[in-house]
C-alpha cells in the first residue's frame, strides 16, 4: 500500500499526529486523600506526563455523577463532581497543561444522560406526553396493563434495555438503567449539547472525545416498536438496523462542526463509534468530527496478519475521509494488552470470549504468561508508534500493567458485573481500571497484606495523598478498587529509575517518534516488500516512512519463529536484544537509513 503524501499542518491539525494519553480520571492520582482520583491529582502529575512526552491528555468524565457507570452517567454535563473538585481546579489543571504544551480533551456523552440529569427529573416529573418526557425515549408497555417492556431489547451491560417509571410508562437505555437514551429529534437536546461544546471551548479545552457516536439517531417510528424486536447489538452498519450508525446521525456531527469552527484553531473531536471500518470514516470527515477511533488493534490477537489488516483499514479509512487514523491497543473498556497477549492466542472471533472466561473465572483458568505478555506489549508498542496518524494511550499502559482479574466481586463497581447473575456474569471492566500506582514504599507492612487483597492496607501505593498534617495510616480512605501487591514491582518510583522498565522505554519511544517522525509532517507509508523479510513474510509487520533530514524509517515486527534480518541502515531502538543482527520472535525494531 502506497498512500498519497498528506503533509500534517502542525499548529492547525496538531491531533492529527498526536500522541493522547487518556485518563480515568477516579484512578489516576487522589491529591485529597479519599480513595478517589481528582482533577488536582492530574494537575499534580503534570510533569510527569510532560516527561512522558504526550500532546494531549483525554480525560474520561469528571462530571457529577452517580457513578452508576464509571462516570459515564452524568448529571451535570458543565460541571466538576464535587468529588473530583471544582470548576476552578478544571481550569488551573488546563493552564498547567497548556503551559507545558498538553492539550486537553474532555469527554462528551451525548447518547444518555444521568436519570438524575435535570431534563430526566423533568421528564418523570411532567408525566406521559409532555414535552420534557419527549426528550427521552418513553413508549407505553406490552401486555393488557403494559405490564412487558415495548420490546424485547437488551442493555449492552445485560438485562431489558426498557425501564419501567411509576407512571407505567417505559423508557429505553441502551446501557445502565441510570443511562436513559436521549431522543436525538427533539431541539432542546441538540441545545444542551451545543452549549455544552461551547462551555468547555470557552474554557479552553482543545478536543472532545465522543462516547458511544453511532448509537445518537435512533428509527423507532418507520415500524411498530415491536416489529423491532431484534438484539439492538446485531447489524452495524445495516441502514435498517433501528438504533446504532444510522445515516441521519452525520447530521448531529455537521451541526457540532459548525460550533467547532467558531474556535480558532478550530476544536476537533474523536468519535468513539464502534462500527465496520467501511463507515468510520464518515465521522472521521473534516466537516464533521474530524477523526474516529480505529479499534481493530485493540480487537487483534497476536497474530501479524490481523495487525496486517488493522493497518490497511485504519489507513485507507484515514485516506478516504481526508484525515489520519487512530491506533490503540488498550483503553478503559477492554483488558489491558500486556495481558491479553499474555494468554494463549487463539482465532479473534472466540478470542474475547475466551479473555471474557478467563476474566471470570479470577484469571485462573489459563496460565497468564506475564514475561511473554510484556515482551509483546513492548513490540507492539514500536509496531503502533512508528505508524502516522494519533496514537491513544491508556493511563498504566506506560507501566506494563496487566489486568487486574483477580478483584473479589463485591469490590466490583463496573455495571456490567451488577447486572448479569454471578453463573453466567462477565466481571467487566474494573481490571483496567484500579488506581495507578506511584510509590513502591506506601505500602503496608507486609505482615498487613492479606490475600484477599490487601485488606486493612494502609498505603496505596501513592496513589491517594494523605491530606495535610495526617500521618499515612489515618490519611486515607482505600482506593476505591483495591490494587494488588505486584502492583510495587510496577510503581511510578521504581521504574522512572530503571532504564530497563516499561516506562523508560515509552519515554524514549515517544521522543524518538516526535523527533524523527511527526516533526516531519509526512503521514506517507508503504509496506517493505516480503522478499527483503526472510523466509516467512506472512509472520512479519514491516513498513517505510520518511523521517527526519530525508532519511526513511523502517519499523519491523516478528510474530513467526523465523527470525528476521535486520534491513540496511542504523538500528535505532528495539524492543528486546536481537539476536546475531536479526529479530527474533515477538521482537520489534526501528531502524533508520
Ligand atoms: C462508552 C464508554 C464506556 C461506557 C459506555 C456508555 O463505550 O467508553 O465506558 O460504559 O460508553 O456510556
Not at 503521514?523 to 532519511?551: C, H, M, N
Request: aromatic letters at 12%.
Amino acid at each position: 500500500m502506497e498512500q498519497e503524501v498528506i503533509m500534517v499542518d502542525q499548529a492547525r491539525d496538531w491531533w492529527k499526529q498526536a500522541v493522547v494519553y487518556q485518563v480515568y480520571p477516579r484512578s489516576f492520582r487522589d491529591a485529597d486523600g479519599d480513595g478517589l482520583g481528582d482533577i488536582r491529582g492530574v494537575t499534580t502529575e503534570m510533569d510527569y506526563l510532560e516527561c512522558l512526552g504526550i500532546d494531549a491528555i483525554w480525560l474520561s468524565p469528571f462530571y457529577p455523577s452517580e457513578l452508576a457507570d464509571g462516570g459515564y452517567d452524568v448529571i451535570d454535563y458543565r460541571d466538576v463532581d464535587p468529588r473530583l473538585g471544582t470548576l476552578a481546579d478544571f481550569d488551573d489543571m488546563v493552564a498547567a497543561a497548556h503551559a507545558r504544551g498538553i492539550k486537553v480533551i474532555v469527554d462528551i456523552v451525548p447518547n444518555h444522560t444521568s436519570n438524575r440529569h435535570r431534563f430526566f427529573q423533568a421528564a418523570l416529573a411532567a408525566g406521559p406526553g409532555s414535552p420534557e418526557r419527549d426528550r427521552y425515549i418513553f413508549r407505553p408497555g406490552r401486555g393488557e396493563h403494559g405490564e412487558l417492556p415495548p420490546n424485547g431489547w437488551k442493555s449492552v451491560f445485560g438485562g431489558s434495555a426498557w425501564e419501567r417509571v411509576e407512571d407505567g410508562e417505559w423508557y429505553l437505555h441502551l446501557f445502565a438503567k441510570e443511562q436513559p437514551d436521549l431522543n436525538w429529534k427533539h431541539p432542546d437536546v441538540h441545545e444542551e449539547f451545543k452549549t455544552t461544546l461551547r462551555f468547555w471551548s470557552d474554557r479552553g479545552v482543545d478536543g472532545f472525545r465522543i462516547d458511544v457516536a453511532h448509537a445518537l439517531a435512533k428509527d423507532l417510528e418507520s415500524r411498530p416498536l415491536d416489529e423491532l424486536d431484534q438484539d439492538p447489538r446485531q447489524g452495524e452498519g445495516n441502514v435498517s438496523n433501528p438504533l446504532w450508525d444510522r445515516p441521519e446521525v452525520h447530521d448531529i456531527y455537521r451541526e457540532w462542526r459548525r460550533v467547532f469552527n467558531e474556535y480558532e484553531p478550530p476544536r476537533f473531536a474523536v468519535a468513539e463509534a464502534w462500527v465496520t471500518p467501511e463507515h468510520q470514516r464518515f465521522y472521521a470527515s473534516p466537516d464533521e468530527l474530524g477523526q474516529v477511533f480505529n479499534f481493530e488493534f485493540a480487537k487483534a490477537d497476536w497474530f501479524a496478519g490481523d495487525f496486517r489488516r488493522a493497518i490497511e483499514e485504519g489507513l485507507s479509512c484515514a485516506e478516504l475521509s481526508g484525515s489520519t487514523s487512530t491506533w490503540v491497543l488498550s483503553n478503559h473498556d477492554v483488558p489491558r494488552h500486556a495481558t491479553r497477549y499474555g494468554l494463549p492466542q487463539v482465532k479473534a472471533t472466540v478470542h474475547h470470549q475466551f479473555v471474557t472466561d478467563w476474566l471470570l473465572r479470577d484469571g485462573r483458568t489459563y496460565v497468564e504468561d506475564r514475561e511473554l505478555g510484556t515482551r509483546r506489549a513492548r513490540a507492539a508498542l514500536l509496531m503502533e508508534m512508528g505508524l502516522p496518524g494519533s496514537v491513544y494511550i491508556y493511563q498504566g499502559e506506560e507501566l506494563g500493567l496487566f489486568e487486574v482479574a483477580d478483584i473479589p466481586w463485591d469490590r466490583l463497581e463496573d455495571p456490567q458485573a451488577r447486572r448479569t447473575a454471578h453463573g453466567d456474569a462477565i466481571k467487566g471492566r474494573d481490571g483496567c481500571r484500579v488506581p495507578l500506582p506511584w510509590s513502591a514504599s506506601d505500602t503496608p507492612e507486609p505482615a498487613a497484606w492479606n490475600d484477599a487483597f490487601g485488606e486493612g492496607m494502609t498505603g496505596s501505593f501513592g496513589f491517594s495523598a494523605p491530606q495535610a498534617g495526617m500521618s499515612r495510616a489515618d490519611a486515607s480512605a482505600a482506593p476505591h478498587l483495591p490494587q494488588p501487591r505486584w502492583f510495587a514491582d510496577h510503581a511510578v518510583d521504581v521504574e522512572a529509575d530503571d532504564p530497563a522498565s516499561m516506562l523508560s522505554f515509552y519515554r524514549r519511544v515517544l521522543d524518538l517518534r516526535a523527533h524523527l517522525l511527526t516533526a516531519t509532517g509526512d503521514t506517507s507509508f508503504s509496506w517493505v516488500p516480503g522478499e527483503e523479510l526472510g523466509p516467512t513474510p506472512d509472520q512479519v509487520i514491516a513498513y517505510r516512512r520518511p523521517a527526519a533530514g530525508g532519511k526513511t524509517f523502517t519499523c519491523i515486527v516478528n510474530f513467526g519463529a523465523q527470525a528476521v534480518p535486520a534491513p540496511e541502515g542504523e538500528l535505532l531502538m528495539a524492543s528486546d536484544d536481537l539476536s546475531f543482527g536479526c529479530i527474533p520472535q515477538d521482537c520489534a525494531a526501528w531502524f533508520l537509513a
